[in-house]
C-alpha cells in the first residue's frame, strides 16, 4: 500500500495550504485516512482522519476551526486543507491508512500504512 503526500511548503503566519495523499496502488473506498504531523523533537500528533465514504470526519483540538479534510474517490486523493495557519502549525505530515471508519483515537495501533511526509513550515 502506497502513499504519496504533496502540497507542503513555506508560508506566513495566517496563510493557508492544501495538502494531498494520493494512493494510488489500492481502492481508497476500503480506507479511512489520517494526517498526522511530527515537529522537530516532538512526539507524532494526528491532525485528522476522514471515514472511507466521506464521513465521520474527527480532528485534533490543535487544528479543530482551521483545517478540514476532504477526498476524492476517484482520483484517489485525500486533501488536507489548512487554513489560519501559524508557526507552531510546522512539522512534517504524513498520512497513513486506517479502519473504514475512523477511529476514535490517534493511537497508532490504528493506523497502518504511511506515506513519507511533506514539509510545512509557518513563519511569523
Known amino acids: 500500500v502506497q502513499l504519496v503526500e504533496s502540497g507542503g511548503g513555506s508560508v506566513q503566519a495566517g496563510g493557508s495550504l492544501t495538502l494531498s495523499c494520493v494512493t494510488p496502488?489500492?481502492?481508497?473506498?476500503?480506507?479511512?485516512i489520517a494526517w498526522f504531523r511530527q515537529a522537530p523533537n516532538k512526539p507524532r500528533e494526528g491532525v485528522s482522519c476522514?471515514?472511507?465514504?466521506?464521513?465521520?470526519?474527527n480532528f485534533a483540538d490543535s487544528v479543530k476551526g482551521r483545517f478540514t479534510t476532504s477526498r476524492d474517490t476517484a482520483s484517489k486523493t485525500v486533501y488536507l486543507h489548512m487554513t489560519n495557519l501559524n508557526p507552531e502549525d510546522t512539522a512534517v505530515y504524513s498520512c497513513?491508512?486506517?479502519?473504514?471508519?475512523?477511529?476514535?483515537?490517534?493511537?497508532?495501533?490504528?493506523?497502518?500504512?504511511w506515506g513519507q511526509g511533506t514539509q510545512v513550515t509557518v513563519s511569523s
Open positions: 496502488g489500492f481502492t481508497l473506498n476500503y480506507y479511512g
Open positions: 476522514i471515514g472511507s465514504t466521506g464521513g465521520g470526519a
Open positions: 497513513a491508512t486506517t479502519t473504514p471508519v475512523c477511529p476514535s483515537t490517534f493511537a497508532s495501533k490504528y493506523f497502518s500504512s
